[in-house]
Antibody
């Protein structure tokens, strides 16, 4: 059974860079039919797609965040990562990593990591 | 961006009764090349990540009870729970994946 696990700091200061990593348990990160993504959810609010990445390194970013987002992938470590720069309180959210078959819906999700942005 | 609008925001249904949630997209998510609607439904329970219920507007995921069904095409979609069970309480989201940025509806909170 595939498992995804987010890791990173739960507290980030305003104006700094949020850095998260997702570890994929079953080695499928290199399979050609899967993309990998990040989705966030502010407390008590809805879901916002952030970005997707393919094992080759091709990325797709949400245009609303594009100037601040960088995604990368390390297939040798079965991990992909998210960096969000110049964070503000509005970036406080539960951050989920997820798998998407062929860059579509998200069929497997991590448990999420709550990141709080504070001064 | 494609705006996804769900209705209602809140829904209270008795056990054993039918629950229907609507989702409307700001533009069609139907691809004529393959006649597929790029629309998914998720269920989220408190403290848990979303769970994929339905993809391609009507394809139930493995392990999802058959009381859950999805239908619709183009811009109008529905998720129906034919006979509500206690464990179905939660927030339901639709998502379009036809065009980036992929977008979600605002959610419908389902209660008994």
């Amino acid at each position: 059974q595939l498992q995804l696990q987010e890791s990173g700091p739960g507290l980030v200061k305003v104006s700094e860079t949020l850095s998260l990593t997702c570890t994929v348990s079953d080695g499928s990160i290199s399979r050609s039919n899967y993309y990998w993504g990040w989705i966030r959810q502010p407390p008590g609010k809805g879901l916002e797609w952030i970005a997707n990445i393919y094992y080759s390194g091709s990325t797709y970013y949400n245009s609303s965040l594009k100037s601040r987002v960088t995604m990368s992938i390390d297939t040798s470590r079965s991990q992909f990562s998210l960096k969000l720069s110049s964070v503000t309180a509005a970036d406080t959210a539960m951050y989920y990593c997820a798998r998407t078959p062929a860059d579509c819906y998200f069929d497997y999700w991590g448990q999420g990591l709550l990141v709080t942005v504070s001064s | 961006d494609i705006v996804m609008t769900q209705s209602p925001d809140f829904l209270a249904v008795s056990l054993g009764e039918r629950a229907t949630i609507n989702c409307k997209s700001g533009q069609s998510v139907l691809f004529s090349s393959n006649n597929k609607n790029y629309l998914a439904w998720y269920q989220q329970k408190p403290g848990q990540p979303p769970r994929l219920l339905i993809s391609w507007a009507s394809t139930r995921e493995s392990g999802v009870p058959d009381r859950f069904s999805g239908r619709g095409s183009g811009t109008d979609f529905t998720l129906t729970i034919s006979s509500l069970q206690a464990e179905d309480v939660g927030i339901y989201y639709c998502q379009q994946y036809s065009t980036t940025p992929y977008t979600f509806g605002q959610g419908t909170k389902l209660e008994i």
